[in-house]
């Protein structure tokens, strides 16, 4: 696609379940960031894949928070037992370069809601 | 540690022009970007600015000062489109690619 696409766009789940975000990003871009924001709130990094390097979580804020991205390109972020504070916007973008700084570009985001 | 400051909220009249500020601390610094956010939105690159000085696009322009470690983004001619979030990012120290963003500036623009 043109842009960076993301589903689902809205998401509401109980408290203890799992969820998975999907990313689809620019086609040919070699990276792949997450980021949550978090209502009135910058973006918070979450986590951060180039190319076939193992990615960056450092972000992640605990371990019931997981991402994939397969084949280089679809990811997919899941957050096991969720808690009503992970209710947030989820924020994929992507960016073509491997080198330097990139301008990242944003998909629409996933708003999640935990009840 | 790295830390970017940016007022919360600032209102301005249709048709005006408008300064938003942004201070950052950083170890290394690798550029600053702005970004346009809409109300419920995905946030929209607008500058990047490695170098000190000014960087004109059309009715958007940037500023950077390295050493004062300051940024400002002017709007000229505001439209109400121009209602937004405007949020300053920079990339984390040792890390080009991921970005620490401020929390942004909601920009209301009213007749």
């Known amino acids: 696609g043109a842009g960076v696409s993301q589903s689902p766009s809205n998401k509401v789940t109980e408290k203890g379940k799992d969820v998975e975000l999907r990313c689809d990003p620019i086609?040919?871009?070699?990276?792949l960031y997450w980021y949550r924001q978090s209502l009135g709130q910058g973006l918070e990094f979450l986590i951060y894949f180039q190319g076939n390097s193992a990615p960056d979580k450092s972000g992640l804020p605990s371990d019931r928070f997981s991402a994939e991205r397969t084949g280089g390109s679809v990811s997919t972020l899941t957050i096991q037992r969720t808690q009503q504070e992970d209710s947030a916007v989820y924020l994929c973008?992507?960016?073509?370069?491997?080198?330097?700084?990139?301008?990242?570009?944003f998909g629409p985001g996933t708003r999640l809601l935990v009840l | 540690g790295q830390n970017i400051d940016q007022p919360t909220e600032m209102t301005a009249t249709e048709g005006a022009i408008v300064q938003i500020n942004c201070t950052y601390q950083t170890s290394g610094f690798n550029g600053l970007f702005w970004y346009q956010q809409h109300a419920g939105e995905a946030p929209t690159f607008l500058s990047y600015n490695v170098l000190d000085g000014l960087e004109e696009k059309g009715r958007f322009s940037s500023f950077l000062s390295r050493s004062k470690g300051y940024s400002y983004l002017l709007l000229k001619e505001l439209q109400m489109k121009d209602s937004a979030s405007y949020l300053c990012?920079?990339?984390?120290?040792?890390?080009?690619?991921?970005?620490?963003f401020g929390a942004g500036t909601r920009l209301a623009v009213h007749p």
């Open positions: 973008a992507s960016s073509p370069g491997t080198s330097g700084v990139g301008t990242q570009y």
């Open positions: 086609s040919g871009h070699t990276a």
């Open positions: 990012a920079v990339p984390f120290s040792g890390g080009y690619n991921k970005l620490i």
